[in-house]
């Protein structure tokens, strides 16, 4: 017969093996999340075509409100970092708020998948509510798996880089399909479908081993960690501050409006060559995707270093997209990417490392809500940009 003592040593070797455990379903549930994403604002211009929009986004008072409907991608992930998923889905612990996410994904996703084949232009208000679910599905997502998945060993690591791995199947992957001829319809189609199946990986695989801090996080539990504010938000203050840099300088210039400032054929000066468009933002997506992916790895390794580095990083960035050559745009996205990557993997690890059994989904919602202030500003930016690229442009040639 089993004493309780041996009883009681057995269930702590199991949490402690679970604790130690590495769960690589992680990467596969939180890829779609990022394959959604990247359908939001990398396939907007050709969405735009759908909604009689020649340009994608420029001109008539039409183009304007298309524009703001798919900022709401932006804008619904702002809200719901912080205030949102803890305070209308409070009632939820941050495991099953995984689940809502990844639904109100399916959710934007088949909607974009229906509106996208339409034989004419349909009404601008399913471009709000689109890209408002797929919004919530961002803002919810990634503090909520991040707290669930702190204590399962190097797990985090798999939700870190299977974000680039996402975002590349549709910035690289689907770009280069496009250029066979395949409907970029198709994307919205697929991302819903593995959505799907990211739900049903969870529930086998994460959900029945999250951690008990993460079964019992409730808007309370919130409310006093941001009275306490002092006790947690001078730690990670230098990486937020950082971090808005970042992430306005990717939505500004990553793709944003680089997408606008070369023509249907871009030609290689230096090279003596010319590319289709399609396949010059494919070169500059591949470095995005180089760089981003491989500071995660690298970086990861690293202890955590001052977030002025990437700060640099991304001054450099911008000095080089503003050049407007395109010889060396792909090295500007590559410098975007480690920048983002590298600031991302070492702030979840500090993060992680720093609050244990404190203030952790809190420290993370503020963190990535800070992000999303840039994000969506420079999203918005994107518009009154051009112009000033036309100019800088005039200016070189």
Same mark, same amino acid.
């Given at each position: 017969?089993?004493?309780?003592?041996?009883?009681?040593?057995?269930?702590?070797?199991?949490?402690?093996?679970?604790?130690?455990?590495?769960?690589?379903?992680? #990467?596969?549930?939180?890829?779609? /999340?990022? =394959?959604?994403? &990247?359908?939001?604002?990398?396939? $907007?211009?050709? %969405?735009?075509? @759908?909604?009689?929009?020649?340009?994608?986004?420029?001109?008539?008072?039409?183009?304007?409100?298309?524009?703001?409907?798919?900022?709401?991608?932006?804008?619904?992930?702002?809200?719901?970092?912080?205030?949102?998923?803890?305070?209308?889905?409070?009632? #939820?612990?941050?495991?099953?708020? /995984?689940? =809502?996410?990844? &639904?109100?994904?399916?959710?934007? $996703?088949?909607? %974009?998948?229906? @509106?996208?084949?339409?034989?004419?232009?349909?009404?601008?208000?399913?471009?709000?509510?689109?890209?408002?679910?797929?919004?919530?599905?961002?803002?919810?997502?990634?503090?909520?798996?991040?707290?669930?998945?702190?204590?399962?060993?190097?797990?985090?690591?798999?939700?870190?880089?299977?974000?680039?791995?996402?975002?590349?199947?549709?910035?690289?992957?689907?770009?280069? %399909?496009?250029?066979?001829?395949?409907?970029?319809?198709?994307?919205?189609?697929?991302?819903?479908?593995?959505?799907?199946?990211?739900?049903?990986?969870?529930?086998?695989?994460?959900?029945?081993?999250?951690?008990?801090?993460?079964?019992?996080?409730?808007?309370?539990?919130?409310?006093?960690?941001?009275?306490?504010?002092?006790?947690?938000?001078?730690?990670?203050?230098?990486?937020?501050?950082?971090?808005?840099?970042?992430?306005?300088?990717?939505?500004?210039?990553?793709?944003?409006?680089?997408?606008?400032?070369?023509?249907?054929?871009?030609?290689?000066?230096?090279?003596?060559?010319?590319?289709?468009?399609?396949?010059?933002?494919?070169?500059?997506?591949?470095?995005?995707?180089?760089?981003?992916?491989?500071?995660?790895?690298?970086?990861?390794?690293?202890?955590?270093?001052?977030?002025?580095?990437?700060?640099?990083?991304?001054?450099?960035?911008?000095?080089?997209?503003?050049?407007?050559?395109?010889?060396?745009?792909?090295?500007?996205?590559?410098?975007?990417?480690?920048?983002?990557?590298?600031?991302?993997?070492?702030?979840?690890?500090?993060?992680?490392?720093?609050?244990?059994?404190?203030?952790?989904?809190?420290?993370?919602?503020?963190?990535?809500?800070?992000?999303?202030?840039?994000?969506?500003?420079?999203?918005?930016?994107?518009?009154?940009?051009?112009?000033?690229?036309?100019?800088?442009?005039?200016?070189?040639?």
């Amino acid at each position: 017969m089993i004493s309780s003592v041996d009883t009681a040593d057995l269930l702590t070797e199991e949490a402690s093996s679970t604790k130690d455990k590495t769960y690589i379903s992680a #990467f596969f549930i939180t890829a779609p /999340v990022f =394959i959604g994403y &990247a359908c939001c604002f990398s396939l $907007q211009h050709r %969405l735009g075509n @759908v909604f009689g929009l020649a340009d994608g986004a420029a001109g008539n008072s039409r183009s304007y409100y298309y524009g703001i409907g798919t900022s709401f991608v932006y804008f619904f992930n702002l809200i719901f970092r912080v205030i949102g998923h803890n305070l209308l889905f409070g009632c #939820f612990s941050p495991r099953v708020r /995984v689940i =809502i996410a990844l &639904a109100s994904m399916i959710v934007g $996703q088949t909607m %974009l998948s229906v @509106v996208a084949m339409a034989k004419s232009p349909p009404h601008l208000a399913w471009v709000f509510i689109s890209y408002a679910f797929c919004g919530v599905c961002e803002g919810s997502y990634c503090p909520n798996m991040f707290n669930v998945v702190n204590n399962l060993g190097k797990t985090r690591q798999q939700v870190v880089t299977a974000i680039p791995f996402g975002v590349s199947l549709i910035t690289i992957l689907g770009f280069a %399909l496009f250029s066979f001829g395949m409907p970029f319809q198709l994307c919205y189609m697929f991302t819903s479908v593995c959505t799907f199946g990211a739900i049903i990986l969870y529930l086998i695989k994460i959900y029945p081993v999250a951690n008990t801090s993460a079964s019992t996080f409730s808007f309370k539990d919130f409310f006093n960690d941001f009275k306490n504010i002092k006790e947690w938000f001078p730690k990670i203050w230098g990486h937020c501050l950082v971090f808005i840099i970042n992430m306005f300088c990717l939505s500004l210039f990553n793709p944003g409006c680089t997408l606008y400032a070369f023509n249907e054929r871009v030609h290689y000066k230096l090279l003596g060559f010319t590319l289709p468009h399609d396949a010059f933002i494919l070169t500059c997506n591949i470095g995005n995707f180089l760089g981003d992916l491989l500071s995660r790895i690298v970086m990861d390794r690293k202890r955590i270093i001052n977030p002025m580095f990437f700060f640099i990083l991304l001054i450099f960035g911008i000095i080089t997209n503003l050049a407007l050559i395109p010889e060396i745009t792909p090295l500007a996205s590559f410098v975007f990417g480690w920048a983002n990557g590298g600031l991302y993997t070492q702030t979840t690890k500090l993060i992680g490392l720093l609050f244990v059994d404190k203030y952790h989904l809190t420290a993370m919602s503020t963190w990535l809500f800070v992000g999303d202030i840039g994000s969506t500003s420079g999203s918005n930016c994107v518009q009154p940009m051009r112009p000033v690229l036309v100019g800088i442009k005039q200016i070189e040639y």
